[in-house]
């Protein structure tokens, strides 16, 4: 006897987490009537089949299974929603579980936290053997990129072997060779952090990746989709007439590396990983091993060839051995010989033998990482322990200055050292970051070498840093959202200079997964202040960036933090900014929740400015849920707020806010009204994005009122605008709403047009609402969804 369920379909948007989603995915199967799996499967694969999905697409049963289990870190998005629909085919609902699987998604773990580059990371030096490696990889190249008849496709190339064995290095010189060779025109490298020592730095999530992906590929984070199949789509897309060179290194699995896979003709994908990746089947796979004794001695000898051998003619051979024949800890000795100018081979070796009776090292490695630790001066030695502290993958030398309390010249000299002694790594020129091995071993030499009062200080100063450069940036790029960042004390001497507007933005880009780990960490090691102040600056750059998953992971630290210290406006902050990002990802319910227990805070700590944010947020929170006179109300308490505050910013966007809920409520002369004090505020202020909305409301109201042309003189000086500023939501709203205009002027194949335009770019950044309005546009008028 079955257990008695609810009359209407389970709610997803009562979860708050993948595995509360699945659970509600679980009654939406008893729900259902508890179809066996075999059944689902059957309904899926007969959906997909009709969609035209070809036949090794077909969903299995494994597979669908895997969609009830709890404990995963991620999901097959595209599936779960083929299986609700087969459960409940019903579009308002399979929408409703868009939404959620959205903020699932969109959860805020370090693994969604990844840096992407568009070239290959400097060449680490000395290179010797790999020719059979070279040789199959450039075989491959032809077959993907090269002209005529020998280019046949897509290839992926699995470099697997032990740690410290070289697969980084091969991957990244024969990679550079091959671009260099001209069979590439285009190149992708991130590093996956399959193996990492830091817990604080899991595995990358593939749908980070390929937003990264996709953001140097030229798409917005407006535009880039939520899903995981989705993401993969759209890379895919972007693919073919390129011929491109895709470097996934340091892979934990073949889950991990399956999305990133580039399947266009002309790609090559290089995978580097501990593991053999066997199901990866259609990869070809080599199989890296340690160097023989002669490829580490001729690199020793490559490296070096003016060092004397001294007394000892086997020296090379002794220092090979020590080194275990791994080509890392080799790199390693070639560094120490050239910070050694007076040491033989000979030296080297006995040196090493030394060590290794004294210490009884199972890990040549280790044992080559301490020789170069011992002859550091003390000053790098110090940056070495606390690189290996620090939160983020990698830094500067203005990092490196507050760390050391220097200055960055000085700094930027030490760093440059350690990277000739091959103990710090250059992944992009003028940034610096610790081989997973050599950060493991440094870290444990600041636990047992450093006074926890001094690993302190250190990282205060590296988040002092942080905070004021990202103060700094913001200014430079937001100067009149001023208001609406945290005043901080005085900056520390060593804040990089940041006052135009294009380098603020490249230095944010560059620190975004930097700035995010720091503020984590902050939170949860003892700097709830820097945590609180870090995300209250970085608001509205990843607002306007499209990082909602970095939005809410840190702004849930900062109301964690709040709550430590006891602040009441920094906690109400953090719950309006959270209730903001809820609701740009459609999770209404939640969002408002935050922005009701924000309000009364606000109140009780008389922060008129808030309480009047809080009011509007929570109107344009209603709004998008349909709940218009409500919406209204809340506009109009925070219109009356703002006035008496004197923001003039929040009084123009409070009256395109009521103008919106009064045309759709049937009063477009009033909205008319509105929208136009709000246009003339906007422009005096010159807020251009705020101009284009307030002329968008104006076109819709003139449509309410049968007054096209006067809407068609609004929509078009909008359009140009949200185009410049390249806001692509406000863009599909306009061309809607000039759809609606021409139909009116009788201008049927122009309307037409503009629907079908709204229709493909709402559908490329996944905004359902623009989509459905396109799409009832079309049918009225007789015209194909096309687009």
């Known amino acids: 006897m079955k257990a008695a369920v609810s009359n209407g379909p389970p709610d997803p948007g009562t979860a708050h987490s993948l595995d509360e989603l699945i659970g509600c995915l679980r009654a939406l199967k008893l729900w259902a009537g508890d179809p066996s799996y075999e059944t689902i499967t059957r309904r899926v694969n007969e959906r997909w089949r009709a969609d035209g999905r070809p036949a090794d697409e077909m969903a299995r049963r494994g597979t669908v299974v895997d969609c009830f289990k709890t404990g995963r870190r991620r999901i097959n998005a595209d599936l779960m929603l083929a299986v609700v629909q087969a459960l409940h085919d019903e579009t308002g609902y399979l929408a409703h579980w868009r939404q959620a699987l959205r903020v699932s998604l969109a959860e805020t773990t370090a693994a969604a936290q990844v840096r992407v580059l568009d070239r290959l990371p400097d060449d680490a030096g000395a290179f010797t053997g790999r020719q059979a490696e070279l040789t199959r990889l450039r075989e491959l190249a032809v077959l993907t990129a090269g002209p005529g008849p020998a280019g046949r496709g897509a290839e992926v190339c699995v470099l697997a072997g032990m740690a410290g064995v070289g697969k980084t290095h091969l991957a990244v010189r024969a990679g550079q060779l091959l671009v260099?060779?001209?069979?590439?025109?285009?190149?992708?490298?991130?590093?996956?952090?399959?193996?990492?020592?830091?817990?604080?730095?899991?595995?990358?999530?593939?749908?980070a990746v390929l937003d990264g992906f996709l953001r140097l590929l030229g798409m917005s984070g407006h535009e880039i989709p939520f899903g995981l199949a989705e993401r993969a789509a759209a890379f895919a897309e972007r693919l073919p007439g390129r011929r491109v060179l895709v470097v996934l290194d340091n892979a934990a699995g073949a889950e991990q590396v399956r999305p990133l896979l580039a399947r266009s003709a002309g790609t090559l994908t290089l995978i580097t990983s501990r593991r053999r990746l066997a199901d990866l089947d259609e990869a070809v796979h080599l199989d890296l091993d340690l160097f023989t004794p002669k490829e580490a001695e001729r690199l020793l000898v490559r490296s070096h060839p003016g060092v004397a051998v001294g007394s000892d003619p086997s020296a090379h051979q002794r220092v090979a051995l020590r080194c275990g024949y791994l080509p890392l800890a080799l790199s390693v000795v070639v560094g120490q010989m050239a910070s050694r100018p007076g040491w033989t081979v000979t030296d080297h070796a006995d040196r090493l033998d030394e060590r290794h009776r004294h210490r009884r090292l199972d890990s040549g490695v280790e044992l080559a990482l301490h020789l170069s630790y011992q002859h550091l001066p003390d000053r790098r030695q110090t940056l070495l322990r606390r690189m290996a502290a620090q939160p983020g993958a990698d830094l500067d030398e203005h990092g490196a200055a507050a760390l050391l309390d220097t200055d960055p010249a000085t700094a930027a000299a030490d760093l440059r050292h350690l990277a000739a002694e091959y103990l710090v790594q250059q992944p992009v020129v003028g940034r610096y970051?610790?081989?997973?091995?050599?950060?493991?071993?440094?870290?444990?030499?600041?636990?047992?070498?450093?006074?926890?009062?001094?690993?302190r200080a250190a990282l205060t100063r590296l988040l002092d840093h942080y905070l004021y450069s990202a103060a700094a940036a913001m200014e430079a790029l937001y100067p009149a959202e001023r208001h609406r960042r945290p005043p901080l004390p005085q900056p520390p001497p060593a804040v990089p200079v940041l006052d135009k507007a294009r380098t603020a933005l490249r230095w944010l880009d560059a620190e975004r997964a930097t700035l995010v780990a720091v503020c984590v960490h902050a939170a949860r090691n003892g700097w709830p202040q820097h945590a609180v102040w870090l995300a209250g600056t970085l608001y509205v750059y990843l607002d306007n960036g499209g990082y909602p998953a970095d939005a809410i992971t840190v702004h849930t630290e900062a109301e964690h933090?709040?709550?430590?210290?006891?602040?009441?406006?920094?906690?109400?902050?953090?719950?309006?900014?959270?209730?903001?990002?809820?609701?740009?990802?459609?999770?209404?319910?939640?969002?408002?929740?935050?922005?009701?227990?924000?309000l009364p805070l606000f109140r009780a700590a008389g922060d008129g400015r808030g309480e009047a944010r809080v009011l509007g947020n929570l109107g344009v929170v209603h709004s998008a849920a349909g709940y218009w006179e409500r919406a209204g109300g809340y506009h109009?308490?925070?219109?009356?707020?703002?006035?008496?505050?004197?923001?003039?910013v929040g009084e123009a966007n409070t009256l395109t806010n009521l103008g919106a809920v009064h045309e759709r409520l049937g009063r477009p002369g009033t909205a008319v009204d509105q929208n136009g004090r709000a246009l003339t505020i906007f422009r005096e202020l010159r807020h251009l994005g705020g101009e284009a909305t307030a002329l968008n409301n104006l076109g819709d109201a003139y449509v309410a009122l049968g007054r096209f042309a006067d809407a068609v003189e609004c929509y078009e000086p909008a359009l140009a605008l949200f185009r410049d500023i390249g806001e692509r939501y406000g863009e599909a709203c306009v061309l809607n709403g000039l759809g609606r205009a021409l139909t009116g002027q009788g201008a049927r194949d122009e309307a037409v047009a503009r629907h079908v335009e709204a229709l493909a770019l709402a559908t490329e950044i996944d905004r359902p609402e623009e989509q459905a309005r396109a799409r009832s546009a079309l049918a009225r008028l007789g015209a194909p969804a096309e687009g």
């Open 561 to 598: 933090a709040a709550r430590l210290l006891g602040d009441t406006v920094a906690e109400a902050t953090a719950l309006t900014n959270l209730g903001v990002v809820c609701w740009q990802l459609g999770r209404y319910p939640e969002g408002i929740g935050h922005l009701e227990r924000a």
């Open 180 to 207: 260099d060779e001209g069979h590439f025109d285009t190149t992708l490298f991130v590093d996956l952090r399959g193996y990492h020592p830091d817990p604080g730095q899991p595995p990358a999530e593939p749908g």
């Open 433 to 455: 970051a610790l081989h997973d091995l050599v950060r493991a071993y440094a870290g444990e030499r600041g636990r047992e070498e450093d006074r926890p009062a001094d690993r």
């Open 636 to 648: 109009e308490l925070a219109l009356d707020r703002f006035v008496q505050i004197g923001d003039r």
